[in-house]
């Protein structure tokens, strides 16, 4: 893919960011693409290549086979801890303290947003730094900060609680599962007020979470899509940037 021209980044957008009161931005698995995370479904290879990720990705699943999904958790956690934040996620960081208000909302379980500086994050799919146990809910701490040298694919038995010996979970909110109330009221709140949302890598196939860029929309705020394929959004939203996340919010920054 070539790179992004950045000569195509509309001036009034940029004076729309400049004079936005409260800017909210949505992220998806494609901010993190360029950190070498692999999004949702290319998630699904070696070991998992002959699972959907809907069906891992479920407390169904977990009771099937907890070493199966605790190992495909153990092996993404892994592979967040070594990465590091790319571009998109730093210029976000600096992004936040141009504007008056501003809400991030992801619908990713890495931390990758918190490791480049951002603050606040709201994640509706909850996260692979907090798992708890899947029987008290009580939270568990992972024995060590460098996970076992996990790099190749394989089934893990999950460990187990301190209190009721209960299998440890990992803290994401899977298919079938609520979305943390108040995490997910605050989003659809910052999205139904913002004046200006940008909607970062995401392919907005899973709900409730793709209906956050809907609300901005229909609260008449103006929306920006950023991704290099196209989506759902593309005939809705005010601005479809076509290209890297990685490429264009560094662009972005450079003429605020
Ligand atoms: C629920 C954590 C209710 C786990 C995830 C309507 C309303 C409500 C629910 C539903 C509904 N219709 C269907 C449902 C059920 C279901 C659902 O949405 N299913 C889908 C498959 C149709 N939703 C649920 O189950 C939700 N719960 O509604 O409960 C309920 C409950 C009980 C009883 C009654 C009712 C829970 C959904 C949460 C699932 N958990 N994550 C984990 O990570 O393992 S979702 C997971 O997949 C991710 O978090 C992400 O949100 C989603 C998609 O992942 P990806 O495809 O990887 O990423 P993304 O979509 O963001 O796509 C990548 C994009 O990046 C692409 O567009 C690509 O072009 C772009 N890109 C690539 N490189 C770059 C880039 N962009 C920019 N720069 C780049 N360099
Ligand atoms: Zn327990």
Not at 14 to 26: K, S, T
């Amino acid at each position: 893919m070539n790179k992004f021209d950045v000569t195509t980044i509309p001036t009034e957008l940029i004076e729309q960011i400049r004079n936005a009161e409260h800017l909210v931005v949505l992220t998806g698995a494609g901010v993190s693409a360029e950190s070498g995370i692999p999004t949702f479904r290319d998630a699904m290879t070696g070991l998992w290549e002959n699972y959907r990720a809907e069906e891992l990705a479920s407390a169904g699943g977990f009771r099937k086979s907890p070493p199966l999904v605790w190992g495909w958790y153990e092996w993404r956690r892994n592979m967040v801890l070594q990465a590091k934040p790319n571009p998109a996620h730093e210029a976000l960081a600096k992004l936040a303290t141009k504007v008056p208000r501003f809400t991030l909302v992801t619908q990713n379980v890495d931390n990758l947003h918190e490791r480049a500086g951002s603050i606040d994050v709201l994640h509706l799919h909850g996260s692979l730094h907090s798992p708890r146990c899947f029987a008290c809910a009580r939270p568990y701490v992972f024995d060590s900060t460098i996970p076992p040298e996990i790099n190749e694919e394989k089934s893990i038995e999950p460990p187990r609680c301190s209190h009721c010996g209960g299998k440890i979970r990992p803290g994401v909110v899977w298919f079938g599962e609520l979305l943390p109330e108040k995490i997910f009221q605050q989003a659809e709140g910052a999205a139904g007020k913002c004046d200006v949302m940008l909607v970062i890598g995401t392919s907005g196939l899973v709900f409730p979470a793709a209906n956050i860029p809907s609300i901005a929309i229909h609260n008449k705020a103006i929306t920006v899509q950023i991704n290099p394929t196209s989506t759902d959004f593309d005939s809705s939203v005010t601005y479809n940037l076509i290209g890297k996340a990685g490429e264009i919010l560094p662009a972005m920054m450079e003429l605020l």
